[in-house]
């Protein structure tokens, strides 16, 4: 279901200047990554600048590999990567300019949230750990919540505080891997409204999920990762266009079918029918919402009941496996 303006998260922030001329924060040049003969991420290309860019793409279409290659937790099987101008493998200095938030992570649930974050900034080699501490709980908005054991914290509030251990070393670059997943509506907003802020301080952010609504309220570019490859990329309008191209397929049954077949083939939203061997038609359409409006109205018009109405391969997966073979 698309987002309303109304529901859509405020991003008045325009993507901020990179400070390095046209050179972009992070480039990936003709990366792939496989596991014995399985693909992983295959001869991808793509840069990202400041702001916050989505990257979109269901479950096995490799974002989480993609991810750890450019954090430098994985090496390419071919292929480099460039993290504000360097190589990202093997270089321990610009691991501490880049803040990753790994979708799986166990929190150490007897830990209060400062003393969370605190292990992170001492671990990262933070100067003045109370001091960045102090500074990251209150950009997450935490402090109220600070000394309560994580064990007590909602799956929203784990999701700030493991944020702000991911920010305590105040990285220029921050990968989120699915941060959304398990939050609830509200938790949800207030997440995106949180990312979008530390994105207009000028700060390169990547934030995957599998669902489009959820990068489309934040994301100022969106790229879309199918089976390992960049299927598209752009703002979310062109990614939508891109979603709304694919066609659509309704399996139909009526008490007299043939005849319901014959009065949909003129409607001017119906591409093709045929029959599947079941007793049932297959109406193909790229126009979804007149698609469910002549169906009803023809079968009225001619007394036919409607005994079922199906989609077919209605899924996220279905149509990202479209894009990726067109």
Request: charged fraction near 25%.
């Amino acid at each position: 279901m698309a987002t309303s303006e109304t529901d859509r998260v405020a991003n008045p922030a325009t993507i901020p200047e990179n400070g390095q001329g046209d050179e972009p924060t992070i480039a990936v040049m003709n990366v792939s990554k496989w596991f014995g003969d399985v693909v992983s991420v295959n001869d991808v290309s793509l840069e990202v600048r400041p702001g916050l860019t989505g990257l979109l793409g269901p479950n096995g279409a490799g974002k989480t590999t993609l991810l750890r290659m450019i954090c430098g937790l994985a090496r390419p099987s071919g292929g480099e990567i460039r993290v504000l101008g360097e190589s990202v493998r093997n270089n321990p200095e610009l691991y501490r300019r880049i803040g990753v938030m790994p979708e799986h992570q166990s929190t150490y649930d007897f830990m209060t949230g400062r003393q969370f974050v605190e292990l992170n900034a001492r671990l990262q080699g933070v100067p003045d750990v109370r001091e960045a501490a102090d500074h990251a709980i209150h950009q997450v908005d935490m402090k109220v919540a600070e000394d309560r054991q994580l064990g007590g914290y909602s799956r929203g509030m784990k999701q700030r505080m493991r944020l702000a251990a991911v920010m305590v070393h105040d990285p220029q670059v921050l990968l989120l891997d699915e941060p959304l997943s398990g939050t609830d509506p509200r938790q949800r907003i207030e997440f995106q409204e949180l990312v979008v802020r530390l994105a207009s301080e000028g700060r390169t952010i990547m934030i995957s999920s599998h669902i489009l609504e959820e990068v489309e309220a934040v994301a100022d570019r969106i790229l879309l990762l199918v089976g390992g490859k960049l299927a598209a990329s752009g703002d979310y309008h062109v990614i939508r266009q891109k979603l709304s191209e694919r066609p659509y397929v309704v399996r139909v049954g009526a008490s007299d079918i043939r005849a319901l077949a014959a009065g949909l083939i003129t409607d001017p939203s119906v591409e093709s029918i045929s029959m599947d061997g079941e007793g049932f038609i297959k109406v193909l359409s790229r126009n979804v919402t007149a698609l469910q409006i002549a169906v009803p109205r023809t079968a009225q018009a001619l007394g036919i009941r409607l005994t079922r109405v199906d989609p077919l391969d209605d899924s996220l997966e279905s149509v990202f496996t479209y894009l990726a073979d067109r």
